[in-house]
């Protein structure tokens, strides 16, 4: 079966299964197609909290993502066409770490990026995603009355904080990260910025520190997006300092803009989790959901784990007001 004729199948399982499918930007454009949502973390968190008519929610995304919905949307089946779309920085700390770093740093508030397991998020007081990170640890702090904050695990989006909030930021673990936006160089945007010198620079908070202060602006997945979007009438060309899947996104949207990778190779990066997850794979995942037979692909988390989790992300959805 062709792109089209599994477009076209997709559509009508999904409707004779009562189905919805939440789908990262960073999925390629052939999933975001058949999509119901497109959002980054924060966005689709959001949106499987709020998902009410469909039985079922295929996640295409990575696992972390699909947790978060399972937590907070319970009574519905949660599924991911592939188990394997693992995040690996969410696998960088785990519970028994961050109990360490709770003994060694007593009275600090521990906020985890979303990126985290659910038995992660479980021990930690409130989450964010990259869309409200600042917001949500200022919050925490002013009202604990602390200068100094536990974050965990991008080292990168502690610098964004602590930079933007002042506070002391103390990551667990110390050197963890995204592989996919941490391999951009300074060399790499030194080189495009050359190539292109019209263009701005627009990077996600995962990228190094250096990367950071020498882009024309830092924010998540949907905040770079509204700022191209904002900007795009004083400026025609962009360099995106993130995962491929956004450019793709934006350059089909909005073909008078001339975007590029930060990295210099002509295909950008990708995240080859996220990359896991492709048509055919959702078109059998539909398959088997006809079938009533999708417990392999289910995600499920422990329900006092849950419980715990809930509490933390909830917390998160107290604190901010930002959209994703
Ligand atoms: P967003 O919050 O921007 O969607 O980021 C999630 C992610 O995994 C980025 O690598
Ligand atoms: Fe994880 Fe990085 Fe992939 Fe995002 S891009 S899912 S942080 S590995």
Same mark, same amino acid.
């Given at each position: 079966?062709?792109?089209?004729?599994?477009?076209?199948?997709?559509? *009508?399982?999904?409707?004779?299964?009562?189905?919805?499918?939440?789908? @990262?930007?960073?999925?390629?454009?052939? $999933?975001?197609?058949?999509?119901?949502?497109? !959002?980054?973390?924060?966005?689709?968190?959001?949106? *499987?909290?709020?998902?009410?008519? /469909?039985?079922? #929610?295929?996640?295409?995304?990575?696992?972390?993502? *699909? &947790?978060?919905?399972?937590?907070?949307?319970?009574?519905?089946?949660?599924?991911?066409?592939?188990?394997?779309?693992?995040?690996?920085?969410?696998?960088?700390?785990?519970?028994?770490?961050?109990?360490?770093?709770?003994?060694?740093?007593?009275?600090?508030?521990?906020?985890?990026?979303?990126?985290?397991?659910?038995?992660?998020?479980?021990?930690?007081?409130?989450?964010?995603?990259?869309?409200?990170?600042? &917001?949500?640890?200022?919050?925490?702090?002013?009202?604990?009355?602390?200068?100094?904050?536990?974050?965990?695990?991008?080292?990168?989006?502690?610098? @964004?904080?602590?930079?933007?909030?002042?506070?002391? $930021?103390?990551?667990?673990? &110390?050197? !963890?990260?995204?592989?996919?936006?941490?391999?951009?160089?300074?060399?790499?945007?030194?080189?495009?910025?050359?190539? =292109?010198?019209? /263009?701005?620079?627009? $990077? @996600?908070? &995962?990228?190094?520190?250096?990367?950071?202060?020498?882009?024309?602006?830092?924010?998540?997945?949907?905040?770079?997006?509204? =700022? #191209?979007?904002?900007?795009?009438?004083?400026?025609?060309?962009?360099?995106? !300092?993130?995962?491929?899947?956004? #450019?793709?996104?934006?350059?089909?949207? =909005?073909?008078?803009?001339?975007?590029?990778?930060?990295?210099?190779?002509?295909?950008?990066?990708?995240?080859?989790?996220?990359?896991?997850?492709?048509?055919?794979?959702?078109?059998?995942?539909?398959?088997?959901?006809?079938?009533?037979?999708?417990?392999?692909?289910?995600?499920?988390?422990?329900?006092?784990?849950? *419980?715990?989790?809930?509490?933390?992300?909830?917390?998160?959805?107290?604190?901010?007001? /930002?959209?994703?």
């Amino acid at each position: 079966m062709d792109a089209q004729q599994l477009k076209a199948e997709i559509q *009508a399982l999904k409707k004779e299964t009562g189905t919805i499918i939440l789908a @990262h930007y960073y999925q390629v454009l052939d $999933v975001q197609d058949v999509g119901d949502f497109i !959002g980054d973390s924060l966005g689709l968190s959001r949106k *499987a909290a709020d998902v009410k008519e /469909a039985k079922n #929610i295929i996640f295409a995304a990575v696992d972390f993502m *699909a &947790e978060v919905a399972k937590i907070l949307n319970p009574t519905k089946t949660v599924i991911m066409p592939d188990k394997e779309a693992s995040c690996p920085m969410a696998n960088q700390l785990r519970a028994a770490q961050i109990l360490d770093y709770k003994k060694k740093h007593p009275g600090l508030p521990t906020i985890l990026y979303i990126n985290t397991l659910a038995e992660a998020k479980a021990e930690c007081d409130v989450i964010c995603t990259s869309s409200n990170a600042v &917001e949500v640890c200022s919050a925490v702090a002013n009202e604990r009355g602390v200068g100094s904050i536990l974050m965990g695990p991008d080292k990168n989006l502690s610098y @964004h904080v602590g930079k933007r909030t002042g506070l002391k $930021v103390v990551t667990m673990p &110390e050197k !963890g990260c995204c592989y996919v936006h941490d391999q951009f160089a300074i060399e790499d945007l030194t080189l495009q910025r050359e190539r =292109y010198p019209g /263009a701005r620079v627009v $990077v @996600h908070p &995962e990228c190094k520190p250096g990367i950071q202060d020498a882009a024309d602006y830092a924010g998540s997945t949907t905040q770079m997006l509204k =700022y #191209i979007e904002s900007e795009m009438k004083n400026c025609k060309e962009f360099i995106i !300092g993130t995962e491929q899947g956004l #450019i793709d996104h934006l350059q089909r949207k =909005y073909p008078a803009l001339t975007l590029h990778s930060l990295s210099p190779v002509p295909s950008g990066i990708s995240c080859k989790n996220m990359k896991k997850t492709t048509l055919a794979k959702i078109h059998a995942l539909l398959l088997k959901i006809k079938a009533g037979n999708v417990k392999k692909n289910e995600i499920t988390v422990e329900a006092s784990v849950a *419980a715990k989790a809930k509490s933390s992300i909830d917390a998160m959805f107290k604190y901010s007001t /930002a959209s994703g």
